[in-house]
């Protein structure tokens, strides 16, 4: 679909009622994905460009939800979602999720 291969996990957060603390509950996601990073002009002390957001593309799938908050994996990589859009029209649907 849009060159997807990357296995990510999705950690969905909850909050414990009883303890007021938030718990994260694995999810591991089915399809293959794409995860990508978008640049932007932000140097470090270094002069080191940095990653300013991460992008991950899911194929859509019946089920799935991912919201604000919640942690995506992809091997050593992880990011905290900052933004979802979900795109369900026509053929290749799927989520676009942001984080850093």
Known sequence: M????QDITL???K??????KEIFAK?????KCM??????????GTGES?????VVIIP?????????G????CGIDKITVSAVEYNLSGYGRHLRVEGR
């Open 2 to 5: 849009f060159g997807c291969n």
């Open 11 to 13: 950690w969905r957060r």
């Open 15 to 20: 909050k414990d009622l009883s303890t007021k």
């Open 27 to 31: 999810v591991d996601i089915p399809v």
């Open 35 to 44: 995860w990508k990073s978008r640049h932007e002009s932000h140097i470090n």
């Open 50 to 54: 940095l990653p300013d957001r991460i």
């Open 60 to 68: 859509y799938y019946e089920g799935l939800s991912v919201n604000l």
């Open 70 to 73: 919640d942690i995506l994996e």
